[in-house]
């Protein structure tokens, strides 16, 4: 088992920015691909970010493409978004996900290849 928390959400004006954490324990030291989704109200959960075991292999949403970046520190079992140029349509719920891999080159970007997942942490950009 893994056990995610996300951190670092907040209130923002559009055009700030945010470096939202996601602290990984349990089973953390294994392999494992990770990846940042979000959940506005009345839609459904989407894509954001996801990296390799490595952090050699980084994937986004065209949405967020050179806004967002995702980053992994594995000494401290944290994976990293940072958020930039916040848009007011960006607001939603952010959720950190993992799953184990026996490589460390691959990443995924469907909810449903990720087993483990955090409580989330809300993000909300005022126009």
């Known amino acids: 088992q893994v056990q995610l928390v996300e951190s670092g959400g907040g209130l923002v004006q559009a055009g700030g920015s945010l470096r939202l954490s996601c602290a990984a324990s349990?089973?953390?030291?294994?392999?494992?691909?990770m990846g940042w989704f979000r959940q506005a109200p009345g839609k459904e959960r989407e894509f954001v970010a996801a990296?390799?075991?490595?952090?050699?292999?980084?994937h986004y949403a065209d949405s967020v493409k050179g806004r967002f970046t995702i980053s992994r520190d594995n000494a401290k079992n944290t994976v990293y978004l940072q958020v930039n140029s916040l848009k007011p349509e960006d607001t939603a719920v952010y959720y950190c996900?993992?799953?184990?891999?026996?490589?460390?080159?691959?990443?995924?970007?469907?909810?449903?290849?990720?087993?483990?997942w955090g409580q989330g942490t809300q993000v909300t950009v005022s126009s």
């Open positions: 996900a993992a799953v184990l891999v026996s490589s460390g080159s691959v990443y995924y970007t469907t909810p449903g290849s990720y087993p483990y």
């Open positions: 349990g089973r953390a030291s294994s392999n494992h691909a």
């Open positions: 990296i390799s075991w490595s952090g050699g292999m980084t």
